[in-house]
C-alpha cells in the first residue's frame, strides 16, 4: 500500500508543476539530441577505420576470391594442384602521396588459373565455367594453363 501512495503523491506533485509540458518537450529534446550525437560520433570513427584500412581490406578481399576460387576448383575431378592469381583493375584509384587510395573494390581485370590436369580439354572448359560462375570476367581476361 505504501507503493501506491508514494507513486499517487508522485503524479499529484506532478500535476501541480506548471507547464509541465514544455518541461517534458525540453527533456525529450535533450535525448534526441544525445541519441543523435552519440551515433554521429560512432559513425564518423567507422568511416576513418573503413578509410585507413581500405588497402587491407581489398588485399583481404582478392586473397580470399583467390583461396576460395582454388578450393573449387581443386574440387573438380580430375583437377589438383590450383594456383589462382586475380589482377585488378586500378585506373579507378587516385594516387596521392604515393599511396593508392581506392572508393570502391576495382573490378577485376583478369584470371590466372594454373593446375594439373587441364590439358584436357573437357577439364579446361570445367575450370573455365567454374570461373566464369563466380566472377565477370570476359574469356579473352581468363588464362587457364597447365601446371604440370
Do not use: C
Not at 570502391?104 to 577439364?123: C, R, W
Amino acid at each position: 500500500m505504501s507503493e501506491e501512495k508514494k507513486s499517487f503523491s508522485f503524479i499529484e506533485k506532478l500535476k501541480k508543476v506548471k507547464h509541465i509540458e514544455i518541461y517534458i518537450a525540453i527533456i525529450f529534446i535533450v535525448i534526441l539530441l544525445l541519441i543523435y550525437m552519440s551515433n554521429f560520433k560512432s559513425n564518423t570513427g567507422i568511416s576513418n577505420n573503413t578509410t585507413t584500412t581500405n588497402d587491407m581490406s581489398v588485399t583481404a578481399y582478392i586473397d580470399n576470391l583467390e583461396k576460395n576460387l582454388g578450393e573449387i576448383l581443386s574440387s573438380i575431378g580430375g583437377v589438383s594442384d590450383v594456383r589462382v592469381l586475380i589482377s585488378l583493375d586500378i585506373n579507378q584509384a587516385s594516387i596521392e602521396n604515393s599511396q593508392i587510395t581506392l572508393s570502391e573494390f576495382p573490378p577485376i581485370k583478369g584470371v590466372v588459373v594454373t593446375a594439373k590436369g587441364v590439358n584436357n580439354t573437357m577439364l579446361k572448359m570445367k575450370v573455365l565455367e567454374a570461373i566464369q560462375a563466380v566472377i565477370d570476367v570476359p574469356n579473352g581476361n581468363i588464362q587457364i594453363l597447365s601446371g604440370e
